[in-house]
């Protein structure tokens, strides 16, 4: 045994009903060292984590610490023996604050029962502020973007001073700059002596940040290669088991009418009372044409995203649905008008979690003919029928196919559920935002190519991304919101990464494109 290794996983197998997830992996992590872990959605990469991290126990094969067997029963046990993971799905108590959920489980106390923060918060906000992690302690998760409870989630391991940290996706919903800053973050930690197994899709981030990588397929543990040693080209084709195209092909830009129009767009921010999240946001999505909002996490895009679909109540302003006005209308009316809609939380706005894939398949649908006998019984038949052509057509992996719980489903296949019930309505009006979160790269292309064919087919889609290769790779208009309003407008064959990040950040601000935006306003 090699004196420093730190986490030895020998020999280890899982198997759920219907699929086998881990199939004789070995896996060692050296000290110091940055790991990655890369294979396809449901490639058994999060499966061989949560059984470090004794969410699971192995069928078979050993956990070594430092040279001594271990049995890992439950997480209090890997935290005991300084393991700590951020989840790709978040493990937090949405109705608690940040702070709360932070030293849920190790909370300070005096005299055994008196629960004391003052010092936890003040450590917390040391730590956000040394790691560039700044979130609201007192803000409610509920209350929070995505983003703000991944940064809760790395906290929440940093609080707990592990020496051994698991990185599951995450950067999935980080911006550019925010994923910069994280892997410094975890470069110095390794430097400062801690061991990172770190799972994720973004071969140019194992590239930068991993000493070493194991690729997983189907369960199977297909090759271990020294980042030095080989390419991100090698890496893709080991992980998919075919050669992977990075770029993404557009037909010529054929226009048409206009299919959203957002005048003077008001949303109020239900965190921070009397301040708007959206301020007066106008711009309009014609058909034939990808629209993508770029920024960073909380300058309003989500909020955005929940007016034009519904899911909040409008402050001030309106939308148009083509000529008609959609500002106060259901969300099922948005949908039969042919407005389609990928979500940011896949959990909380996409799926039914408890349903099998089927359901989840029609959740926009199930009362229409195709999927009804007797016009109100649902038809089993019809929906799995339905369920089984878009895993097929989408590549869904499923342990039971159409009757498989999604809970029970990786995180990718999850959203590769959403992406094909949406694209497979085939909308006018398609509004996608992250839509490619914790995809690999296959599963990337083949979401970019859907895409692309909604436009080429005379659709309209509105895209939020915080990737900004996605972003300068899909769009064909590019519109930057800092701090609730649009502050530039661009041309992404005429721009770069670098100016897009300056107006992003707010260093810059785009007065002729404002000026227009006045001068064009209904």
């Not at 090759?223 to 770029?247: C, H, N, P, Q």
């Not at 290769?469 to 670098?498: A, C, H, Q, W, Y």
């Amino acid at each position: 045994m090699d004196e420093n290794y730190v986490i030895e996983m020998e020999h280890i197998s899982k198997s759920f009903p219907g699929i086998k997830a881990n199939d004789d992996i070995t896996l060692r992590l050296k000290k110091g060292e940055i790991h990655a872990l890369l294979g396809e959605n449901g490639a058994g990469k999060s499966t061989l984590m949560s059984i470090l991290f004794g969410f699971y126990q192995p069928d078979e094969g050993t956990i070594k610490i430092n040279g001594k067997e271990v049995e890992i029963k439950d997480p209090n046990q890997a935290n005991d023996l300084g393991i700590g993971m951020v989840h790709q799905h978040f493990k937090l108590v949405e109705v608690f604050t940040v702070l709360e959920n932070i030293i849920l489980g190790v909370e300070p106390t005096k005299f055994k029962f008196i629960l004391t923060e003052k010092e936890a918060r003040q450590k917390i906000i040391e730590l956000s502020k040394k790691y560039g992690l700044e979130v609201d302690v007192d803000a409610k998760i509920e209350d929070i973007t995505v983003g703000m409870q991944q940064k809760t989630e790395i906290l929440k391991m940093l609080y707990r001073e592990n020496d051994i940290l698991i990185f599951d996706e995450p950067t999935a919903v980080l911006t550019p700059q925010e994923i910069d800053e994280l892997l410094v973050i975890m470069k110095n930690l390794a430097k400062e002596g801690k061991s990172i197994l770190f799972i994720s899709h973004k071969l140019d981030e194992i590239m930068n940040v991993s000493d070493t990588c194991s690729v997983l397929r189907k369960g199977k543990l297909i090759a271990t290669k020294k980042i030095s040693e080989t390419s991100k080209e090698e890496l893709s084709k080991l992980m998919v088991g075919r050669d992977v195209s990075f770029s993404v092909d557009k037909k010529e830009q054929k226009l048409g009418e206009t299919v959203l129009k957002v005048r003077n767009l008001v949303m109020a921010d239900k965190i921070h009372n009397g301040h708007d999240i959206v301020n007066g946001v106008s711009f309009d999505v014609r058909k034939g044409e990808i629209v993508c909002i770029a920024g960073i996490d909380g300058n309003g895009q989500s909020e955005l995203v929940y007016g034009i679909t519904g899911l909040e109540k409008v402050k001030d302003g309106s939308i148009k649905f083509k000529d008609t006005d959609i500002t106060n209308i259901s969300i099922f009316k948005r949908n039969n008008f042919g407005l389609a809609h990928i979500p940011e939380d896949r959990h909380k706005h996409g799926l039914v979690l408890d349903y099998p894939l089927s359901y989840n398949s029609v959740l926009e649908n199930f009362w229409k003919p195709d999927y009804t006998k007797l016009k109100f019984l649902l038809d089993e038949k019809k929906i799995n029928s339905y369920a089984n052509k878009l895993i097929q057509d989408y590549d869904i992996r499923s342990a039971e196919g159409a009757k498989t719980i999604v809970r029970s489903m990786s995180g990718g296949n999850q959203q590769k559920i959403i992406v094909a019930r949406e694209i497979d309505r085939n909308p006018e009006l398609l509004i996608a935002v992250q839509p490619t979160r914790g995809l690999d790269v296959g599963a990337i292309e083949n979401i970019h190519r859907q895409i692309v064919n909604e436009r080429d087919n005379g659709h309209a889609v509105l895209l939020v991304s915080f990737e900004l290769d996605e972003v300068l790779d899909l769009s064909d208009r590019i519109l930057v919101m800092f701090n609730g309003k649009i502050v530039g407008e661009f041309n992404p064959k005429e721009t770069t990464p670098e100016e897009l990040g300056l107006y992003m950040a707010g260093s810059k601000e785009n007065y002729e494109f404002k000026e227009e935006e006045e001068n064009g306003k209904d």
